[in-house]
């Protein structure tokens, strides 16, 4: 499960929701809130294979993309 949290703007979920797909992971379930001026979404994912995703290679490699989807960053 990845919960993300990030000011709310215009496309900010699309962004979010892209990474995943673009890393080829298939979003089973979201909860999606907007709670004063923040975003506040969460995602439970499975690989292309429908597996959970254990790899700490990988995970790191979606947490990269997702900072990326937020604000444009990387966590170096």
Same mark, same amino acid.
């Given at each position: 499960?990845?919960?993300?949290? $990030?000011? *709310? #703007?215009?496309? !900010? ?8 797909? =673009? ?15 923040? $975003?506040? *979404? #969460?995602?439970? !994912? ?8 254990? =790899? ?17 960053? *990387?966590?170096?």
């Amino acid at each position: 499960m990845f919960e993300v949290r $990030a000011p *709310d #703007s215009m496309g !900010v979920l699309w962004r979010i929701t892209r990474a995943f797909n =673009d890393l080829d992971l298939d979003i089973t379930s979201a909860k999606i809130q907007t709670l004063g001026p923040a $975003a506040v *979404d #969460s995602f439970y !994912v499975r690989d292309s294979t429908g597996s959970k995703i254990l =790899d700490p290679g990988y995970l790191e490699e979606i947490k990269r993309a997702l900072l990326f989807a937020i604000d444009g960053s *990387d966590i170096g």
